[in-house]
């Protein structure tokens, strides 16, 4: 039996996972069961060991479903690259020096081909491992459970981590690829880290999303850092008053103005919440502590509508876990109904090849 498959099977004894009888919907959970039966192992196994790689990478493939979805539904287009006649979503203003960690998925792709060609779409693989970024973390705080049985200088450490990690939860897939991509699109939709609540839930409701969906999903920076360009407006000229924002905690701010001076490195990055490498409800209790680092983060609290979910949330760990995994569903059940393909390559258009043979090559997961 090979390595490969004795992690799968370890996966496999360690979470739950269960996958729906196929349903006459355009998604459903277990899309993939008799096309392509191994797509979500492949997926989990890339992203592991991406994560062990580089763990920085879980936050940034996490917001790949956001800043996909909303703009012109889940179907991959922020994963393509410019042409000669296409200006694309990287370089937008919300994506440029901000996602990274393309290859991740270019990564998956590559294996998903080489078991299942022209099967699998792109727009599937970011629901998939954006909900793998979450999951995975608590997986592999698992693992010294089983290693402190057989060598107890684990022991310690284990009871550190199994407190660590997000939620996990089912997807429902069968979305098909853009043919294009738009930059201006991406420009006129996604908001800016100097975004306030009325201007997030006016864009949230756009997409039938609530007020508790934009909260419960703004915990998605729980993980993750920001750079300093993002927070020098809040430091040193809060809504051109030439002061900071009253909002922020003194020691916190002046934790944040040692970290990003005036005419410092607007490249510096500081953890989005104090606990950058732990999806937990920590954002929250920061928020309420007035230690947000992002514009668009600390007004949650500050305004009354949103304020209420953001005290839960505080609160009540698992009650944000539900909810996050309750946005994440419906933020993905986002559709444009605009024509579509399975890309080979998550960078460009297939351009008319014709489509791979049917099959899949299961062996090369399951030997």
Known sequence: ??????????????????????????????????????????????????????????????????????????????????????????????????????????????????????????????????????????????????????????????????????????????????????????????????????????????????????VALSGSHSIGKGRCFSIQFRLYNQSGSGRPDPAIEPHFREKLMDLCPMGGDDNVTVGLDSTPVVFDNAYFRDLVGGRGFLNSDQTLYTFPATRRYVERYSRDEEEFFRAFVEGMVKMGDLQSGRPGEVRRNCRVANGGRPPAPAGFRVDRWIS
């Open 1 to 214: 039996m090979s390595l490969l498959f004795s992690s799968l099977a370890f996966l496999l004894l360690i979470t739950t996972t269960t996958t729906s009888s196929p349903a006459a919907t355009p998604l459903r959970r277990g899309y993939y069961s008799a096309t392509c039966p191994p797509a979500e192992f492949i997926v989990r196994e890339v992203m592991r060991k991406s994560l062990l790689s580089d763990p920085r990478s879980a936050a940034s493939v996490m917001r790949f479903q956001f800043h996909d979805c909303f703009v012109n539904g889940c179907d991959g287009s922020m994963l393509m690259d410019d042409t000669d006649t296409m200006l694309g979503e990287k370089l937008s203003l919300s994506n440029i020096d901000s996602l990274r960690s393309y290859e991740v998925v270019d990564d998956i792709k590559a294996e998903l081909e080489k078991a299942c060609p022209g099967v699998v779409s792109c727009a599937d693989i970011i629901i998939m491992a954006s909900r793998d970024a979450v999951s995975l973390n608590r997986i592999h705080n698992l693992i010294p459970i089983i290693l402190c049985f057989f060598n107890p200088l684990f022991s310690v450490y284990s009871v550190f981590v199994n407190q660590t990690g997000g939620p996990n939860w089912e997807v429902k897939l069968g979305r098909l690829d853009s043919l294009t991509a738009s930059q201006a699109d991406a420009d006129a939709i996604m908001p800016s880290p100097r975004a306030n609540a009325t201007m997030l839930i006016d864009l949230f409701a756009r997409y039938n999303l609530s007020v508790k969906d934009l």
